[in-house]
T-cell receptor, first 115, second 112 residues
Framework: DADVTQTPRNRITKTGKRIMLECSQT?????MYWYRQDPGLGLRLIYY???????NKGEISDGYSVSRQAQAKFSLSLESAIPNQTALYFC??????????????FGPGTRLTVL | SQQGEEDPQALSIQEGENATMNCSYKTSINNLQWYRQNSGRGLVHLILIRSNEREKHSGRLRVTLDTSKKSSSLLITASRAADTASYFC????????????FGAGTRLFVKA
């Protein structure tokens, strides 16, 4: 969905490096999410934010941190990358109201490989 | 832990046939959603069914929800090769806080 963009799209890094994945959205949504997807495990929630000053841990937040710099931007950081953080990372947004308030809109994903 | 579990994990059918995927979950929900994912891409929302609804239609999609059995099914009628994708159910719990949890998905392959 072009309304939700992620950078970079692909990244290869080494163990111990700090990595930042960025997400921007033009949908005007207040809620933003970070997920990781591993083969056969579906999506797991890392962090979510319902507003600029709101940050919440998800199911698998250890080893990750986030920053909600503005309503439209939500970045995910891996403080010291490790190989088992190799995965496909998705950012998503949703609105808190309206007919489609439960629907999440996903970015195209970032494929991260940690060597 | 995952709330929703899809069944089957993979499904291969011929074009024109119907495809049925099932989702089971464990706790009470406000709603259940189905998403589609083409290989390596972001998920796209297909349909949402609320806990007080039993059936919903959208084009060739039919979703049912049985809250007594904690299960849902997604039926794609007259499948097309372009329907080849992974399909995920996502449940929104009603116990407070953000509780939308995705299942592991069903991989559907439609042969032309």
């Amino acid at each position: 969905d072009a309304d939700v963009t992620q950078t970079p799209r692909n990244r290869i890094t080494k163990t111990g490096k700090r990595i930042m994945l960025e997400c921007s959205q033009t949908k005007g949504h207040d809620r933003m999410y970070w997920y990781r997807q591993d083969p056969g495990l579906g999506l797991r929630l890392i962090y979510y934010s319902f507003d600029v000053k709101d940050i919440n841990k998800g199911e698998i937040s250890d080893g990750y941190s986030v920053s909600r710099q503005a309503q439209a931007k939500f970045s995910l950081s891996l403080e010291s990358a490790i190989p088992n953080q190799t995965a496909l990372y998705f950012c998503a947004t949703s609105d808190h109201q309206g007919a489609a308030y439960n629907e999440q809109f996903f970015g195209p994903g970032t494929r991260l490989t940690v060597l | 832990s995952q709330q929703g579990e899809e069944d089957p994990q993979a499904l291969s059918i011929q074009e024109g046939e119907n495809a049925t995927m099932n989702c089971s979950y464990k706790t009470s929900i406000n709603n259940l959603q189905w998403y589609r994912q083409n290989s390596g891409r972001g998920l796209v929302h297909l349909i949402l069914i609320r806990s007080n609804e039993r059936e919903k239609h959208s084009g060739r999609l039919r979703v049912t929800l049985d809250t007594s059995k904690k299960s849902s099914s997604l039926l794609i009628t007259a499948s097309r090769a372009a329907d080849t994708a992974s399909y995920f159910c996502a449940t929104e719990g009603n116990t407070g806080g953000f509780k939308t949890i995705f299942g592991a998905g069903t991989r559907l392959f439609v042969k032309a």
